[in-house]
């Protein structure tokens, strides 16, 4: 801007001071979420082992900057063997290691991408603008969209947004199980953030640190890291269907007008009242809603697919007629019950818990149709007989007769979607 006459030296200067709050608090911002994310993982690093054992595997792998366990002093085979028999996960030290690796291969991923105009995601502009103190956006603006390096620019907000929110594993996860291409997960990942509002129902987290427990926060993020996942996950499933721009627009007016009508059902099956209680200023319904986001998108994908022209709210009714009458709630409960102990039961978990979100929706779209959940029931009576009997099977597992397993997870959901037809 020197050259092109835009700043003087003086001005320049100035400028530059006025600025240092503005960069300070961006550094600071970025050391704060990398911190967080390793917190999160280390809470869960027993649990994640397989999961960090295969993510590895893949790094070792990489095309740029291939990982080499020996130089990074990072487990080998025999060591996690030991470490899964006594119940000890990978340390913060080696989680570090993990998502700095992450982060390169992801960045040169999307560079790559960029320069070979293999990359078509409209938002990314966005996070460009991120980049810069508030200051230069608004008076430099367009400066900023021709810098030189803004490809590596976009590239390195975008690998740091992704990683230090939904740490290193996430993207070969949902690539894992969904079979789409990374790009297609970067992209998903974006449009939900963006869909949802969840920025700034991040923000609130964050503000939420002196307010309540740690650990209080901390179950929060998990929540809404898994939540982001499944959310991810169905709109790679319905990605031919919502890809172009009308269908976007028509998916984000709906979500948005919707989020109120679900508030109105979802309030009173919040797992988060205590937090309520403790902190009345927090604005976001997001908290309430948390954990019927997956639902909801699947239900306006639904609706938009079979292009009906009935109220979307009305649907909503019929699944919160559904969710109270057939205690749904008690599937989700099974999902966090059974652990899994290699990476494709993990997988085989999280695709289950996808086909789930799929018959409770169209569960709720018969209910719909048939009039009310009075009148399905009454043309669905032996069904629900055998129904109730499952009910009793999960509430028996979960209580301890027995031990529940991926078997029952999967006899569940099939019997959901027969129900669903």
């Not at 970025?30 to 690093?45: G, P």
């Not at 291969?105 to 603008?129: E, I, Q």
Request: glycine fraction near 2%; include cysteine; hydrophobic fraction near 40%.
């Amino acid at each position: 801007m020197l050259l092109q006459e835009k700043l003087d030296l003086s001005k320049r200067d100035e400028f530059l001071k006025e600025m240092t709050e503005d960069v300070a608090a961006l550094i600071l911002e970025d050391n704060y979420h990398q911190t967080l994310i390793l917190s999160l993982m280390e809470r869960s690093a027993i649990e994640d082992l397989d999961m960090y054992q295969s993510l590895i595997c893949h790094l070792e792998k990489d095309p740029f900057i291939p990982l080499d366990k020996a130089v990074e002093y990072l487990p080998s085979d025999e060591e996690f063997n030991r470490r899964r028999t006594f119940k000890q996960g990978l340390t913060r030290p080696e989680l570090s290691i993990l998502l700095a690796y992450s982060k390169n291969g992801l960045y040169r991923h999307l560079l790559s991408s960029m320069s070979k105009d293999d990359w078509n995601f409209d938002g990314s502009d966005k996070y460009l603008k991120r980049y810069f103190p508030s200051l230069i956006q608004e008076k430099f603006e367009e400066e900023i969209m021709q810098h030189p390096l803004r490809k590596e620019i976009t590239a390195t907000v975008m690998s740091n947004e992704i990683m230090n929110r939904m740490g290193p594993s996430f993207l070969l996860e949902v690539s894992q199980i969904s079979n789409a291409e990374i790009n297609d997960v970067v992209q998903a990942y974006f449009h939900i953030v963006e869909i949802f509002g969840l920025n700034s129902f991040w923000r609130e987290l964050e503000q939420l640190e002196s307010k309540i427990e740690a650990k209080e926060q901390y179950e929060i993020f998990t929540e809404l890291m898994q939540t982001i996942r499944q959310l991810t996950l169905i709109f790679l499933r319905h990605k031919n269907l919502i890809k172009d721009e009308n269908r976007q627009d028509y998916l984000v007016h709906n979500i948005k007008n919707l989020l109120a009508a679900f508030h109105g059902h979802a309030e009173s099956y919040s797992r988060h009242q205590h937090i309520r209680v403790k902190v009345k200023h927090l604005s976001s319904h997001t908290l309430d809603l948390l954990h019927f986001l997956p639902m909801m998108l699947e239900l306006v994908c639904h609706h938009m697919y079979l292009q009906e022209k009935e109220d979307l709210a009305n649907l909503i009714g019929a699944f919160f007629e559904a969710y109270t009458h057939l205690s749904l709630s008690l599937f989700n409960e099974l999902d966090s019950h059974i652990n899994t102990s290699s990476e494709w039961q993990r997988i085989t978990k999280a695709g289950l818990c996808d086909e789930l979100i799929q018959a409770q929706a169209n569960l709720a779209w018969h209910i719909y149709k048939a009039g009310g959940f009075n009148l399905w029931s009454e043309e669905n009576a032996h069904s629900l007989l055998q129904y109730n009997e499952l009910v009793l099977l999960i509430q028996a597992s979960m209580n301890g007769a027995t031990k529940p397993d991926l078997g029952l997870l999967t006899h569940s959901t099939h019997f959901l979607r027969q129900m669903a037809h």
